[in-house]
Structure formats: C-alpha cells, structure tokens
C-alpha cells in the first residue's frame, strides 16, 4: 500500500500563486508515474498534470505555462507549482500515483482545497 498526504491549499486571489506538495509513504516499489487531478463542485475529477518516473511530464491544456509539475523522487514527494491562479482553476486537487508493478494499482491522496477568489 502507498500513503499519499497532500498539502499547500487555501485561498488566493486570481493572478497569485499556490504550491501544493504530496508525499508518498509505504511501499515505495509501488510508486511510479504521479500526477494531480481535480475536481471542482458538480463536476467530474479531471487530469491536471502527470510526471513520470523520469520526469516526463503531460499537462491538461488549461493549465499549460501556467502550472509546473515536478517531483523529488529521494522524497518521494511529487509538487504542483500553480501560478497565475484563475477562479476556475477552484478545486478538490487530488494526489495519485500509479503502480509500476501492478497494471491498475493506482492510489489516490484525500485531496486538498484550492479556492480562487475573484
């Protein structure tokens, strides 16, 4: 089992910025690619950023050149630097991170709450 713990949400106001960090606990050989999801209220989680164990990384069109993803693999701690903040960047944003031993095996943190105010 892997443990993910996320942190660095809150409330800012458009145009700031937010870090948001997630640290992996347990069985680290189940660790592999990570990424951020969101979801936001009457809508479905959707993909924010992934970076895999090599550092390539994949973002959703919305969040492009405004957000960076990035991991520290000796921590395995994955951030989200989250720049230029919009009120519909608004969310749940969720941890995950993927086996590479077990096709399927994903674990997901509990989510911590970004608020854009307007």
């Known amino acids: 089992q892997v443990q993910l713990v996320e942190s660095g949400g809150g409330l800012v106001q458009t145009g700031g910025s937010l870090r948001l960090s997630c640290a992996a606990t347990g069985s680290i050989f189940n660790i592999g690619a990570m990424g951020w999801y969101r979801q936001a209220p009457g809508k479905q989680r959707e993909l924010v950023a992934t970076i895999t164990s090599a550092g390539l990384t994949n973002y959703a069109d919305s969040v492009k050149g405004r957000f960076t993803i990035s991991r520290d693999n000796a921590k395995n701690t994955v951030y989200l630097q989250m720049d230029s903040l919009k009120p519909e960047d608004t969310a749940v944003y969720y941890c995950?991170?993927?086996?590479?031993?077990?096709?399927?095996?994903?674990?997901w943190g509990k989510g911590t709450l970004v608020t854009v105010s307007s």
């Open positions: 995950k991170t993927s086996s590479p031993r077990v096709y399927g095996m994903d674990f």
